[in-house]
C-alpha cells in the first residue's frame, strides 16, 4: 500500500532551524513530490517541489531559507528550514504525484494533481 510518513516537526524558536523528512512506501519517491504546508484559518500553500528529473522549486516565501532534496536510496524526501519565522508555523504535509509527469512539468502541476498524502507534522516557530 501505498503511503508517506512525515517527521521531523517540532517546536523551535525564531531563527531556529527544523529538517522534516517524507519516507515513500510502496512508492517509488524518483517522481514528482513536494512539501505542503496550512496554517489554520488558511488554505493549503506549495512551499517547495522536487521534480524525477531533481529540479527544484521554491515558493516566494521560503526562498533563500528551505531546500528540499530527496535521497533515492532511502526513499526519503527532506525539507531543510532554517531562519525560521513565526509566519512558518503550520502543519507540513509532503505529497506526490502518482503518475510519471514529463520532465520539468513537476515546477508548474497543480496542487490537484497532487493525490498521494502523508499525515502531516506540525512545525511551530515562536517568537
Known amino acids: 500500500q501505498v503511503h508517506l510518513a512525515e517527521s521531523g516537526g517540532g517546536s523551535v524558536q525564531s531563527g531556529g532551524s527544523l529538517r522534516l523528512s517524507c519516507t515513500t512506501y510502496?512508492?517509488?519517491?524518483?517522481?514528482?513530490m513536494g512539501w505542503f504546508r496550512q496554517a489554520p484559518g488558511k488554505e493549503r500553500e506549495v512551499v517547495a517541489r522536487?521534480?524525477?528529473?531533481?529540479?527544484?522549486t521554491y515558493s516566494d516565501s521560503v526562498k533563500g531559507r528551505v531546500t528540499i532534496s530527496r535521497d533515492n536510496a532511502k526513499n526519503t524526501l527532506y525539507l531543510q528550514m532554517s531562519n525560521l519565522m513565526p509566519e512558518d508555523t503550520a502543519m507540513y504535509y509532503c505529497?506526490?504525484?502518482?503518475?510519471?509527469?514529463?520532465?520539468?512539468?513537476?515546477?508548474?502541476?497543480?496542487?490537484?494533481?497532487?493525490?498521494?498524502w502523508g499525515q502531516g507534522t506540525q512545525v511551530t516557530v515562536s517568537s
Open positions: 505529497a506526490a504525484v502518482s503518475w510519471l509527469l514529463m520532465s520539468g512539468r513537476c515546477a508548474i502541476t497543480p496542487t490537484y494533481n497532487f493525490d498521494i
Open positions: 522536487f521534480g524525477r528529473d531533481g529540479t527544484t
Open positions: 510502496g512508492y517509488s519517491s524518483r517522481r514528482c
